[in-house]
């Protein structure tokens, strides 16, 4: 068994060409890059990926686990919705949790709503009241030392209630770039000048229709329907997801 930081304890259950999955008593799946950062008995260990390795489709193949790479339980109705929630920034956020982590969502009752940008987030979360039974997990872009997503995650955590909120990101200007580049058959994100709309620019660059909304809204679709797994997913937002999860599944205080 090995052990994070964080206090995540699982057993490795498959290994894919950027990160390992480990699977807590529960059944639930994380990923973690290669690297240091986990321990085994109390001692800091390195994961090296082995030269040889057989490619890790288990976790696509294998019906019993859901998108997330958790197992699928079958015949699991879904609960009725815990009052802690999950708040992404947009709604292609949302929907690509959904499309990953719905069946994981679903089980434990959890709810995923998009805000629609966080600029106004401490006074969204004040308005929401969280408390040790009622938790606030936040999803947020662009969650970089120095940016503006990292200054209001620090007003939130300085609030009265910021202890029962968790606000994490990845690192990535949006979401689409949290899709490995390879799911979508291209081989890399293109690079969009800062000041450009990302989404426009990024079609413009790629060579596709990007002059109105309605062509980001398709282009997204598309993008979606190639999202089968984690698998098309980068580490960087997998752990995320599934440390909101935990958060907000779990009562009492922290």
Avoid at 14 to 41: H, I, T
Avoid at 52 to 68: F, K, V
Avoid at 83 to 100: M, N, T, Y
Avoid at 109 to 116: A, F, P, Q, T
């Amino acid at each position: 068994m090995l052990e994070h930081g964080d206090g995540y304890v699982g057993e490795i259950v498959d290994v894919a060409s950027d990160s390992v999955g480990l699977e807590d008593r529960r059944g639930k799946v994380r990923r973690f890059p290669y690297g240091r950062g986990l321990y085994f008995e109390g001692v800091e260990i390195e994961l090296v990926k082995a030269s040889q390795s057989r490619p890790a489709t288990a976790a696509r193949d294998d019906r019993s686990r859901s998108a997330s790479g958790s197992r699928a339980a079958a015949d699991a109705r879904a609960r009725t919705a815990l009052p802690s929630r999950i708040f992404v920034e947009g709604r292609h956020d949302a929907e690509l949790v959904e499309k990953v982590w719905g069946h994981d969502l679903r089980v434990e009752g959890v709810v995923v709503e998009y805000l629609g940008g966080i600029d106004d987030l401490t006074d969204i979360v004040a308005d929401f009241a969280p408390t040790a039974e009622r938790r606030l997990g936040v999803l947020v872009d662009h969650l970089v030392p120095g940016s503006k997503e990292s200054r209001i995650a620090d007003q939130v955590a300085r609030t009265p209630a910021g202890r029962f909120v968790h606000v994490v990101g990845h690192p990535y200007i949006d979401i689409w770039q949290a899709i490995k580049p390879q799911s979508l058959g291209i081989r890399a994100w293109p690079d969009v000048p800062r000041g450009e709309d990302f989404k426009h620019g990024t079609l413009k660059r790629l060579g596709l229709p990007h002059g109105t909304q309605e062509d980001v809204a398709k282009a997204w679709q598309a993008m979606l329907a190639r999202v089968r797994s984690w698998n098309d997913l980068e580490p960087a937002l997998l752990g995320r997801v599934e440390e909101l999860i935990d958060f907000v599944t779990v009562h009492g205080e922290r």
